[in-house]
């Protein structure tokens, strides 16, 4: 007869250890739990600082099948964030009980999105919540909806509910894991549980993700080496987890822009074409120093936007508010180019009205003559600014004379339009 401790090691080793290991992905949070024995209080649950509350009373009426369906999952609600997505929502971690709470409300929600799955991995203790059988007083709800979905659909039926005044606590009154009482990870606080920030044995935000990185790695591995089931939540949050993070295209705009023309705004040179006004401080003649004078040199910058048939109305009409965030950003003159398989127009624009004057086209597509055009001018831009749906067959080598950018606009934009040069793909909001 194992005790409550030695209970709670042999679900974990079941979980992580092979060759019985039923989800070994999950090691990492496992092992990273901090575990604190709490009588009474009639449920086992997590904190969302990775503190695993648990009381023997309750381990010793459910087996180790059981007991790790269980610990799967509150790790669950921890590498999917539950607790961060309910915050964003407004809704508090607290450890009171109605059926129309909303930390209730949000932790059945998430149990519903998990308990869905878990149930391929084993036996979910009895009471143990799912979409056919959410617990009373709420009715059964569609399998494979998101935890935001379900939080929807139970707040409808509470509204409900307290419209017809049916009355009635759902459940038995009593926390219990799986069934809408899992801890703060779930955004529904356990009652001995620590307030939110004071529970100082608690892990760092950094040692939780540090943590979900890892479950994800191993998710990944898991699955490209095909050594079981995984839940189909958790192999695609997985995926997104990840991905490289995606940099918002105006920042990325904004920042390239930026250090083009990084001497336009506060920025100053010496030039030694006018006097200083400080010479009158040294004096003038013989055996008197020079000083030269300080100015801001106004920056040169080209537009060039791709008006060949395959860009549509949309394009140009995004082409045209680039240009004025553009004109905006350098505080000058810029000039503008519109070109398909030849350029039609070209003018120092001070205004967004006088560049959409120029957009004329509708051929088509070769962005060589740009380039051509600006090669031949005798101030040269600094950075060049070419926008564009990405299909322009680039054939010339890299100008050595201008900073190059794409932007790259339309649902059908070339991922890579040129070989060289920065890209900034405009995205619809």
Known sequence: MLSPREKLSAAIIRIVTPPVATAPYFGAVLRGLIRRETPGLGTLGVTNRGVLMWDGAFIDKITVEELSVVLMHEVMHIVLKHFDRFSMLGIVSTSTYDKLEAAYLANIAGDLAINQELEKLGNLPAGGVTPSNPGLPFKPMPNGLLMEEYYRLLQQQAQQQKQQQSGGEPQDGKPGVGKGWCGSCASHALP??????????????????????????????????????????????????????????????????????????????????????????????????????????????????????????????????????????????????????????????????????????????????????????????????????????????????????????????????????????????
């Open 192 to 429: 001995q549980e620590p307030e939110a920030g004071k529970d100082e044995a608690g892990r760092s935000e950094a040692d939780m993700e540090r943590y979900r990185k890892q479950v994800a790695e191993d998710v990944k591995e898991h699955i490209e080496k095909k050594r079981g089931y995984v839940p189909g939540s958790l192999q695609r949050w997985a995926e997104e987890y990840l991905k490289p993070p995606k940099i918002d295209w105006r920042t990325k705009l904004a920042r390239l822009v930026r250090s083009a023309v990084a001497y336009k705004s506060g920025a100053a040179d010496y030039t030694w074409n006018r006097m200083s006004r400080r010479q009158a401080g040294v004096g003038f003649g013989a055996g008197r120093p020079v000083l030269p004078a300080l100015h801001s040199p106004v920056p040169s910058v080209c537009c060039a936007v791709d008006t060949s048939g395959s860009m549509s109305m949309e394009d140009l009409t995004r082409a045209s508010s680039e240009i004025q965030g553009v004109l905006a950003a350098v505080g000058a003159a810029v000039t503008v180019i519109t070109c398909d398989a030849m350029v039609h127009g070209v003018k120092e624009c001070r205004t967004i009205q006088e560049a959409i004057g120029l957009l004329k086209g509708g051929g088509g597509t070769d962005m060589n003559p740009i380039f051509d055009e600006l090669e031949e001018r005798k101030v040269k831009p600094g950075v060049t600014i070419v926008i564009t749906d990405g299909h322009i067959g680039m054939m010339r080598e890299e100008p050595i004379f201008t900073k190059v950018i794409w932007v790259v606009v339309g649902a059908s934009g070339n991922t890579n339009p040129c070989p060289w040069g920065e890209v900034v793909h405009v995205t619809e909001d």
